[in-house]
């Protein structure tokens, strides 16, 4: 098996740099169960550090390790560059908060997730999915952000492109997830994915306006011990 104590500087190389871990993975089952749960499957999201063929699920295992800050055993479903589920993972984070060499191996899949039926995600990591979709998306809007640069102008920025990007962005990275999150059982996982959702619609509407008296975006989130973070974003990027 691959170390994956290198996580941290994998997840820096990434396209776009950011001062805080970036998490993007989509790692729940989807309607479809893992089509790839086997060893195979399993070799060639870990072979995907150096095939490019398999980058964006060796990312996807990257970013869920970076979601977890505490020792414990972890599963995680990676997805196809479609975002059907490929296979589905568990992998063992040590005391030293850094993941265990070899850990990494084909989870248990239940009857449920066998038949095709969607797994709900967990509230611990339900509350860390909701925490990261924020942190990610607030850090795109920050002053000089690679993300939004190609769409800079002198005079005037390209804002109808730059709301595609992000659209495009959103979509492939964190739509399912967030979408997913809004059907948890848990109220909190639940409201706080709502207003991530419509956080975005409300991006996406004033960076296409144009004529928006604020460009001001501001949303709340709940954690786990109940406290409440707010996020903001100034759309005119």
């Known amino acids: 098996m691959i170390n994956l104590n290198n996580y941290a500087i994998l997840a820096e190389q990434k396209k776009y740099g950011y001062s805080t871990p970036i998490t993007e993975s989509i790692d729940v089952v989807n309607e479809a169960a893992p089509d790839m749960q086997t060893e195979d499957g399993v070799k060639k999201v870990l072979g995907g550090k150096t095939d490019p063929n398999y980058a964006a699920q060796w990312n996807q295992l990257v970013d869920d390790v970076a979601t ?37 191996k084909l989870a248990a899949t239940t009857a449920q997730a066998a038949q095709g039926a969607p797994a709900q995600m967990s509230e611990a990591d339900g509350f860390a999915k909701v925490k990261a979709a924020s942190d990610v998306i607030q850090n795109l809007f920050v002053d000089n952000s690679p993300f939004f640069a ?44 709502t207003n991530v959702s419509k956080a ?21 989130i709940v954690a786990a011990n109940g406290a409440y973070s707010t996020y903001k974003v100034d759309t005119d990027f």
């Open 200 to 220: 975005v619609t409300s991006i996406l509407s004033k960076m296409r306006g144009g004529a928006d008296a604020d460009d001001t975006v501001v949303w709340n």
């Open 68 to 104: 977890h800050k505490a020792a414990g055993t972890y599963t995680v479903t990676i997805n196809h560059d479609d975002n059907r589920p490929m296979v589905t993972l568990q992998y063992q984070i040590g005391t030293d908060l850094k993941p265990v060499k070899g850990s990494v």
């Open 150 to 193: 190609p769409f800079k102008g002198t005079w005037n920025d390209e804002d109808s492109k730059a709301a595609a990007e992000f659209d495009k962005w959103y979509n492939s990275k964190w739509k399912v997830v967030i979408d997913s999150l809004k059907g948890h059982t848990n109220e909190d996982i639940k409201t706080s994915a």
